[in-house]
């Protein structure tokens, strides 16, 4: 499964968030494919849609759609070069799909700030410069290699040396691999790289309980909001502790107590949410009466394909889907008023999956 990675220095409130997340945790048996270890928590999406299906169909059980946070803790100044527990922490980056970056925008003169003040931008370049120090590394070591290639004569090779001098002058001048645009063959050449500043990242501004409704006024989050907006970022603004404290009520609490804030949801679905766009996925659902459950697959995956995250036997003796919109299905109200209307459609192998399609598929076992 897809994996996000949460970072940020020491005492910005990872771990507070880590732990609301996997407090708020998935219900496991759901998910028997998710990773067993403490530093991964599994979280559930959070989508309406799925809630309306069931009124729909009266299912025996809805079943929402997860993916895994992890806590990439001990990053700190001097990690690319192996200070800390530096380069451990540097390859557990290196194998997720996707970077929450956590910034500190709360006051508290009892909780130590590593360089002494909050600075939210200076935190953030502190680690990115550590990212992008651990590339530089990556990127001329393959340099070397792709030079002795050269000799060849290989007209690939010429290319992967551009594109790696392109990365290389990128990353010289302090800025993360991901701000250049490549075409897709030139990003094929570097894939097996994995490059830390090659990974889409969202900021999350951890602000005081205080400020959770009230952030407007707040300076570092404005600083944070302005350094996303010029990269191309989004930014979630929560208050860690508030999600803690929120993770762990009934999910009937969880609504009067975010009410009370004069909140519509918690932080930690909006991140959720927001992880969930930043990794590309989109969400299909299949409806019968044993289950209503939403699935996720990326952005551009095909019927068979699709098919395959329930079982490989799906992929494999995939024959066709039958498919309705969500918006469709729910115009009409039901599946047999859908298939009356012929809105539903039968698909084949090619067919690209879109966000909300109700799938019913047909394969030879
Ligand atoms: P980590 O080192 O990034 O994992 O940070 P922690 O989650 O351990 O948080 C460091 C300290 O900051 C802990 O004492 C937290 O209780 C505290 N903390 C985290 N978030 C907030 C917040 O929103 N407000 C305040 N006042 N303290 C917070």
């Known amino acids: 499964p897809l994996k996000t990675g ?21 219900e496991s048996a759901n998910y028997p494919f998710c990773t067993i270890d403490p530093n991964v928590g599994v979280v559930e999406v959070p989508d309406n849609r799925l809630q309306v ?31 800390g527990l ?9 194998e997720v799909d996707a970077i929450v970056h956590v910034v500190r925008c709360f006051e508290d003169e009892n909780i130590t700030h590593v360089a002494g003040k909050v600075d939210p931008i200076s935190d953030i370049e502190t680690i990115n410069l550590e990212l992008i120090l651990a590339d530089l590394e990556t990127v001329e070591k393959r340099l070397e290699k792709t030079k002795k290639n050269l000799k060849s004569g290989d007209k690939i090779f010429k290319l992967e040396y551009e594109v790696l001098e392109k990365i290389k002058n990128t990353l010289e001048n302090d800025q993360p691999s991901r701000s250049i645009e490549l075409t897709n063959d030139e990003k ?6 994995h490059l830390l500043t090659m990974k889409p990242v969202l900021y ?3 602000v005081s ?17 302005e350094f996303a907006e010029a990269e191309g970022a989004e930014i979630v603004v929560i208050s860690a502790k508030v999600e803690a404290e929120i993770a762990e009520l009934s999910a009937e609490d969880k609504q009067l107590f975010l009410e009370d804030l004069g909140l519509k949801e918690s932080g930690l679905d909006r991140l959720i949410k927001a992880a969930y766009r ?35 036997d799906f992929e494999r003796g ?48």
């Open 6 to 26: 949460i970072v940020g220095l020491p005492n910005v409130g990872k771990s507070t968030l880590f732990n609301a997340i996997t407090q708020a945790g998935a």
């Open 53 to 83: 299906l069931s009124d729909m169909v009266n299912p025996n059980r809805v079943v929402p759609t997860a993916f895994e946070f992890v806590d990439i803790a001990g990053l700190v100044k001097g990690a690319s070069r192996g200070e």
């Open 86 to 94: 530096g380069n451990k922490f540097l390859s557990h980056i290196r």
């Open 188 to 193: 094929m050449l570097v894939r097996d790289l």
């Open 204 to 206: 999350v501004a951890n």
């Open 209 to 225: 309980e205080e400020q959770v409704n009230d952030f407007d006024n707040n300076p570092y989050v404005k600083q944070v909001k």
């Open 278 to 312: 930043l990794l590309g996925l989109i969400t299909y659902f299949t409806a019968g009466v044993q289950e209503v459950r939403a699935w996720t697959i990326k952005k551009g995956t095909k019927a068979p394909q699709a098919a395959g995250v329930i079982h490989s």
């Open 318 to 365: 995939f024959i066709r889907a039958e498919v309705v919109g969500y918006d469709d299905l729910v115009s009409v109200g039901s599946m047999a008023k859908a298939k009356e209307k012929g809105l539903l459609r039968l698909e084949g192998k090619d067919y690209v999956v879109q966000d909300g399609d109700v799938m019913h598929f047909r394969f030879n076992v």
